[in-house]
């Protein structure tokens, strides 16, 4: 199938890094910055050190113009990289949203008072469409706000939405009706009943998620950034508890000067988590921007998150982890039948069957007799019927039939036939190994049985092995009977199934779940899935599920491929993986800065205290300069790791966590002090304070 | 005994500390059957239903952890004001033979709070300016009242973690007269036994004049030591009966009574990690608690006993020979002396059998980092323990990041309302300290309070901050404190300092009942393991010091540098 994803946004694109450049300019104004309190208060400082480095050209500061420039330039920098990282991860959303936005401008709709009366139109504009107005789109028209078709079917292209191409059909009644503004009807007319407010449709919702424009600040979130101004405030604390401490040591000593403002907001700039309060709307913003490259479109970031948290995986036996349909597998002779003679029954039989069913046995019995798939001439077709309960093909006089095997003895006993003693061991070994057997016969004898199997989809055993790894559990939900589940379950591996299960029973099975503690996540497509949907966790929608399904998640897949929910697992761990790891490492940088700034700061108070000075740093300015130039640098050299994400590993938790504490924990003691070092040298190369 | 044995001194100290560890968990079991009610069915339920009587209390209605944070203030309010009346008034009460009059109000304020919150602050000397009502009924009550009040909201916090889809932590009045009616009592009265029985005195006597040979007549002190001396190491209390505290030889004879009283100081902080795994149903997470703070305990133990072992070789190049004694008893020497210093300071008790002011710069910054540390190894009666939690808070908390996960300790979710209540634990001490430390050296009565200059008076100023911030009680000696600038802001740092983070911790437990538990799976942050109990030692060093770090190396640090140097 050809397939149109959106094109690839590339983070490095000129346009892009030319938008996200001004961008960040204009984020520097206070009013904006107070989103980030972390990052206000570095931008204070770098005011605060401009102001000095002014009074410094005048004539009015003990302290070189050249370092306090240095310093406020680089303060600037600081928290030019953080609106940086920001404005970059919206901007990919915002060209997606570009794109998107397209397809919702306004058009004009023609506006129905019933069904019936197609001849009474109203055009209107489709911002003055309610919810419960009914419109007629014919081809090649727009369709002008989400919907459910109430009349007719048609050929719709939802490329605009979902980047497919390929038309699919939308049609009243069943789990097909839904219908998306902005999506174009192709072939055909039909009547479409509108559910959703102007400005409130899928459409709408999906930019806003992307551009982040109506980003609310998830509850991790908000509790990570918390913890993050409290740490600045502790820090605060510090430098403005350091003021009078080093004057009274200064004035005791008798040496040395106490440390100047340019000094204390340096070392505040340092010890605060700027490098994880830079990046943390970034973490955020591209874990949505993921999501999005993979089809995907969540609703709410606290899905997102939810995801990550997830312990218990609810999912359809069909279309998840089963491909769609069964498919034949085997055909066994009875009564010493032939093979070839019941292949070919089987193959006549199919002919005219055009259920997945049908064309599986068809293209199993065509590999072993290589002849041509068509109809021979003169055959007439018998479509499966409720009363009879058969389908088959009546050729040359002779009828070819199949069917479940208490249907084809009826119709081969009532034409005089017998029933071969082999037959009801052959059909419920098959049945008793989860199958479906399909008897098959000549006329009025019984020639063999056909077993239909589930064929799981491939790598899906895997997935389920990893996903208990990391302590997810799986629940197989199947109306298939109990037999069948079982084995079906076996074979992919997942933790529990559900059989026979009637889709109300989701909606206990989930209660009964997150009674005990449990998240749990869902996919759905149905109407009948909706309540289930809604008490989820996690609530997936196919796209090309009913408008309720769609209304009750709070994620919804383009691509309606139900094994994405793993995938949205995967992304949710890795937001918060990120979050985590940056968060580490900020805090352990701040052991080297304070190596780097405090013997630097002190050493005119206390001389012995340069035995701190463990870097061998070459001046107390270049120390200090370099510090905070490190800690400016890195928040552009972690720009990417905070676009990708900490890679996710399916391994469990206490090996996950120790690695992660080894890389960001120790790599974090560590790194700054070969950086600072770095810097330090070609400082004092160059400058010379 | 001016040389010391490290081998000696580190296999006594092993020794020791396996000892305190079985007993410890023995000890913790017996508190969960206490506050399981299991000993009020015993020959004392009476007693305690008797109480429960007079009061007006019904033992089986619990509250929220409103009404228990509401309890446990108005208590200690009461305490408050009696001991102030007591303070104020002792002139006119009985049971005073030298007759000494009533404190100022600045003096009694300060004291009274300092006594309430479990810090034992002391503005003043024991054998001269309180009477033996005043030590007995004043001190030695709020010394098991304290006490009991960090046990029981400790335990209130524990019943947070395990219970699940509640409002109910527990009933104060319950869990205080458990604490002091099984736990403190018995233990106390058998200790105060014990010390008499090894030489620690226990009278109503005037005190005794003795010719004093060469040095002239002396008046020798007495009291009733031994019943205030148990209760004031087991209930980490810390406040002397004297002056000198447990280095007096009334109070702290000899080896034996030094070993068995830093045994009582230990005692309950040690066993109730112990007690939670028991009430949790998790055994091993009661490990991993002990664990880490035995870890610190033994790190800050070794660091102190070299930094002194080192000594100051300026000294040594002078031809002086042995570590430096002055300020410590040669009848403990230095393996007896860290030992007491590390646990006293680990702990929130605050009794010295040695002057930390007197100890090599490193050597005293030990003390003071353990007090910075907040009260996280082992710590104070009850309040060491839910500080310590609220560390796991805000470790589990970046660890479960790390793993992708929102993070979980024992199957509740540290959200929002968690992570502020840990942060306002662990932070309100530290902003106290940083605060008033700068506040007095802005105005001109802090420096006159320092009586030795330079990085070593800085090292007075922040350990007299941090030691009534964290209720310890320790004191660097060489310090004034008894200006109304010290005694005012110091009641203040020491009532925000204990009943803050108190609450906090109530709200959290009240918060963490209410919610679900979830499951644990392989995709659970194990925090039973080693991997964690390292991770803890961590968080606990790095989020504890880190902020201390300017002030250090400008005080101890300094002035170590200095002293190798030769200044």
């Known amino acids: 199938m050809a397939r149109k994803r959106y094109p690839d946004v590339r983070s490095l694109e000129p346009g892009l890094l030319t938008r996200a450049f001004f961008d960040s300019l204009r984020k520097l104004d206070l009013r904006r910055q107070k989103e980030n309190p972390v990052m206000l208060l570095v931008e204070l400082g770098g005011i605060l050190t401009t102001a000095v480095f002014l009074a410094g050209l005048a004539g009015r500061s003990g302290e070189p113009p050249l370092f306090t420039g240095l310093i406020s330039l680089w303060l600037w920098l600081t928290v030019f990289f953080s609106n940086f990282a920001e404005s970059l991860s919206e901007g990919r959303g915002r060209a997606r949203a570009a794109s998107l936005r397209r397809a919702r401008q306004s058009i004009t709709a023609k506006r129905l008072r019933t069904p019936e009366s197609t001849k009474d139109i109203r055009v209107v504009s489709s911002a003055d469409l309610r919810p419960g107005d009914l419109v007629v789109v014919g081809p090649g028209e727009t369709i002008p706000g989400d919907g459910e078709v109430v009349k007719g079917a048609a050929l719709v292209n939802e490329a605009a939405v979902t980047g497919e191409s390929a038309p699919v059909i939308r049609e009243s009644g069943g789990d097909r009706s839904a219908v998306t503004g902005g999506t174009t009807v192709i072939a055909s007319e039909v009547i479409i009943r509108i559910t959703a407010e102007p400005g409130k449709t899928f459409l709408d919702r999906m930019i806003c998620m992307v551009e982040g424009a109506e980003r609310r600040k998830t509850p991790n979130e908000v509790a990570l950034q918390l913890f993050l101004i409290s740490l600045t405030i502790a820090f605060l604390a510090v430098v403005c508890n350091l003021d009078p401490v080093s004057r009274f040591s200064a004035a005791t000593a008798g040496t040395g000067i106490p440390l100047s403002a340019t000094i204390l907001t340096a070392l505040f700039v340092c010890l605060a988590p700027t490098t994880i309060a830079a990046l943390l709307p970034a973490i955020g913003i591209a874990g949505m921007d993921r999501l999005f490259r993979k089809n995907i479109v969540a609703l709410s970031g606290r899905a997102i998150e939810a995801a990550g948290d997830v312990n218990v995986l609810l999912l359809d036996k069909t279309g998840t982890i089963t491909l769609g349909a069964r498919q034949a597998s085997e055909m066994i002779p009875v009564d010493g039948q032939p093979r070839e003679g019941l292949v070919e029954a089987a193959y006549l039989s199919s002919l005219g069957d055009e259920t997945p069913e049908g064309k599986s046995i068809v293209e199993f019995a065509s590999r072993i007799r290589k002849v041509p798939v068509a109809l021979p001439e003169g055959a007439r077709p018998i479509p499966f019927s409720a009363s009879t309960r058969v389908s088959g093909i009546e050729h040359g006089g002779t009828l070819y039939l199949k069917g479940a095997a208490d249907s084809i003895i009826r119709s081969v006993q009532a034409k005089g036939g017998t029933v071969p003693l082999d037959l009801e061991a052959k059909v419920t070994g098959i049945a008793s190994a989860g199958g479906t057997p399909l008897v098959v016969c000549r006329d009025a004898t019984i020639l063999g049985v056909i077993h239909l199997k589930d064929i799981l989809k491939s790598g899906i055993r895997e997935r389920f092995h990893d996903l208990r790894r990391i302590g997810i559990r799986t629940v197989m939900i199947t109306g298939d009977n109990h037999l069948t589940a079982a084995t079906i379950a076996a074979e992919a591996g997942v933790d529990d199934f559900v059989a026979e299960a009637h889709p109300e029973e989701k909606l206990r099975l989930i209660r009964d779940y997150q009674a005990q503690g449990n998240m749990v996540a869902m996919t759905g497509d149905g109407t009948n899935d909706a309540p289930a949907l809604a008490q989820a966790d996690v609530a997936v929608a196919m796209n090309n599920g009913t408008q309720p399904a769609r209304e009750a998640a709070n994620i919804i897949d383009l691509d309606s491929d139900p094994t994405k929910l793993l995938d949205i697992v995967e992304i949710g761990k890795q937001i918060l993986m990120t979050r985590g790891a940056l968060t580490t490492f900020s805090i352990a940088n701040d052991v080297s800065k304070y190596f780097a700034i405090l013997p630097a700061a002190l050493v005119g108070i206390y001389p012995t205290l340069s035995a701190l000075n463990v870097m061998g740093l070459s001046t107390p300015f270049t120390a200090i300069l370099s510090a905070v130039i490190f800690n400016a640098l890195v928040i552009p050299l972690l720009i990417p790791l905070a676009l990708k994400g900490v890679r996710f590993r399916p391994i469990p938790a206490s090996t996950l966590f120790t690695y992660n504490l080894v890389i960001f924990g120790l790599g974090g003691i560590v790194t700054p002090f070969i950086g600072i070092k770095l810097i330090d040298m070609a400082l004092s190369t160059v400058v010379h304070l | 005994m001016a040389i010391p044995d490290p081998l000696m001194d580190g296999a006594t100290v092993l020794g020791f500390l396996l000892l305190v560890s079985i007993s410890a968990v023995l000890f913790g079991r017996y508190l969960a059957r206490v506050y399981s009610g299991g000993l009020s069915r015993g020959p004392f339920g009476k007693i305690e239903a008797g109480i429960y009587h007079t009061i007006g209390t019904e033992p089986d209605q619990e509250s929220g952890w409103r009404q228990y944070a509401k309890d446990m203030l108005l208590f200690n309010g009461i305490g408050f004001g009696v001991l102030l009346v007591i303070l104020l008034i002792q002139g006119f009460l009985p049971l005073n033979p030298m007759g000494v009059p009533g404190f100022e109000f600045h003096h009694a304020l300060n004291i009274a709070v300092s006594f309430v919150t479990n810090t034992n602050w002391q503005v003043y000397s024991g054998e001269t300016a309180a009477s033996y009502l005043t030590q007995m009924a004043g001190f030695t009550v709020q010394n098991f009242l304290s006490a009991a009040t960090g046990i029981s909201v400790a335990i209130a916090v524990m019943r947070g973690i395990t219970r699940r889809t509640t409002d109910r932590i527990g009933n104060f009045w319950v869990d205080l007269t458990r604490t002091v009616l099984y736990v403190l009592l018995p233990v106390a009265f058998i200790a105060a036994l014990v010390l008499a029985s090894q030489g620690v005195i226990q009278n109503l006597d005037p005190y005794v004049e003795t010719s004093g040979g060469t040095a002239g007549p002396r008046l ?190 024992l199957g509740k979710k540290m959200e929002r309302r968690e992570i502020t209540m840990a942060v306002v634990v662990i932070l309100v001490p530290t902003l106290l300290v940083l605060l008033f430390t700068a506040v007095a050296l802005l105005i001109p009565a802090g420096a006159q309070a320092m009586l030795n200059p330079g990085p070593h008076g800085l090292s007075e100023l922040i350990y007299a901050y941090t030691s009534m911030a964290n209720n310890n009680g320790s004191a660097f000696a060489g310090f004034d404190a008894t200006t109304p600038f010290f005694t005012l802001t110091g009641a203040f740092v020491m009532a925000v300092g204990r009943f803050v983070p108190a609450v906090a911790m109530l709200a959290l437990a009240g918060a963490l009942a209410e919610k679900k538990t979830v499951p644990s799976s392989p995709g659970t942050l194990p925090t039973a393991t080693p991997a964690f109990v390292l991770w803890m030692i961590f968080v606990i060093v790095i989020v504890g010091v880190l902020t201390f770090f300017p002030l250090l190396t400008m005080g101890p640090v300094a002035e170590h540098f200095r002293m190798i140097g030769g200044i």
């Not at chain 2, 009733?224 to 004297?242: C, D, H, R, Y």
């Not at chain 2, 007090?371 to 009850?382: C, D, H, P, T």
């Open chain 2, 220 to 409: 020798i002190a007495m009291g009733p030591v031994a019943s205030q001396e148990a209760i004031k190491e087991l209930g980490t209390n810390g406040g002397g009966f004297f002056n000198a505290n447990a280095a007096h030889p009334f109070e702290n004879p000899g080896h034996l009574t030094n070993l068995f009283e830093i045994f009582l100081i230990l005692l309950i902080p040690a066993s109730l990690p112990f007690t939670f795994g028991e009430l949790s149903g998790r055994r091993r997470e009661g490990i991993a608690i002990f664990a880490v703070m035995l870890a610190l305990f033994l790190l800050a133990f070794a660091g102190l006993y070299a930094a002194e072992w080192y000594g100051n070789p300026t000294l040594a190049r002078t031809g002086v020979s042995g570590i430096p004694m002055e300020g410590k008893e040669v009848r403990f020497g230095l393996g007896g002396t860290a030992l007491y210093a590390v646990a006293t300071t680990a702990t929130s008790c605050g009794s010295v059998n040695a002057m930390h002011d007197s100890l090599t710069p490193l050597a005293g910054m030990v003390p003071l980092l353990l007090i910075l540390l907040g009260e996280a190894v082992f710590g104070g009666a009850g309040s060491g323990f839910y500080t310590y939690l609220a560390f796991i808070v805000v470790a589990v908390f970046i660890a479960g990041l790390m793993i992708g996960r929102t993070p979980e300790y």
